[in-house]
């Protein structure tokens, strides 16, 4: 499995960004996909998660301003963020695991495949 993220940026506070991240040979049927974020000096944290059937679990930091969702074909993966803050501001990864998602947000440690990150930076 490869997993490749696109669509950061730089944006001032309030505005919106689309990242994506696209999944080659990855044939789980059971999985759980995640975004993660790590700012300067901070651990990564998790932001949002889906299962493979459209379950999803979100940061309480982000809940009502961001929106996790799968394409059609299940191989991409989005993050809608809108209302973006300055403290967004982190490299976002996506990640994935062959198991499904849980009621709570997984830790880093519970994803064994991830992305090589997009930057996001929101300016005041």
């Known amino acids: 499995v490869q997993l490749v993220e696109s669509g950061g940026g730089s944006v001032q506070s309030g505005g919106s960004l689309r990242l994506s991240c696209v999944a080659s040979r990855f044939a789980y049927s059971s999985y759980c996909l995640g975004w993660f974020r790590q700012a300067p000096g901070k651990g990564r944290e998790g932001v949002a998660q889906i299962n493979a059937d459209s379950l999803t679990n979100y940061a309480n930091s982000v809940k009502g301003r961001f929106t996790i969702s799968q394409g059609n074909t299940k191989n991409t993966l989005y993050l809608q963020m809108n209302s973006l803050k300055p403290e967004d501001t982190a490299m976002y990864y996506c990640?994935?695991?062959?198991?499904?998602?849980?009621?709570?947000?997984?830790?880093?440690?519970?994803?064994?495949?991830w992305g090589q990150g997009t930057q996001v930076t929101v300016s005041s």
């Open positions: 990640a994935a695991r062959p198991w499904p998602c849980m009621t709570t947000i997984l830790p880093p440690s519970d994803f064994g495949v």
